[in-house]
């Protein structure tokens, strides 16, 4: 293992493949999920959040398909609830019941 300073900052040509792989990781959990293998699903939610952590790859684009306190996968209709409310998106998972509130900015 290379030891990594907290904050540097990574070339992109070193997160291009983890970037893929966390996308990957997350198509595979929504394939567990919809197969309904909920236990599958997490785990691909939790090796694809790892290999994001690993290079310190930031997923805004796959934030909202997990639940950050059980890590289960989330599919809006079938095991979360979103609503938005005064410019706040307020998602909630069926799993854990865990509450997520995200200030949505701007044009809506
Ligand atoms: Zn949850």
Do not use: W
């Amino acid at each position: 293992m290379i030891p990594e300073r907290a904050n540097r900052r990574r070339p992109d040509s070193e997160l291009a493949p983890a970037r893929k792989e966390v996308a990957q990781l997350f198509n595979e959990a929504e394939r567990f999920f919809l197969a309904g293998d909920k236990e599958m699903a997490r785990r691909r939610v939790r090796a694809a959040r790892k290999a994001a952590m690993k290079v310190r790859l930031r997923i805004p684009e796959h934030n909202h398909r997990f639940c950050r306190e059980c890590e289960s996968y989330l599919k809006q209709g079938m095991n979360c609830t979103v609503r938005i409310r005064d410019g706040i998106r307020i998602t909630r998972c069926a799993e854990c019941g865990a509450v997520r509130r995200k200030v949505l900015n701007g044009k809506r």
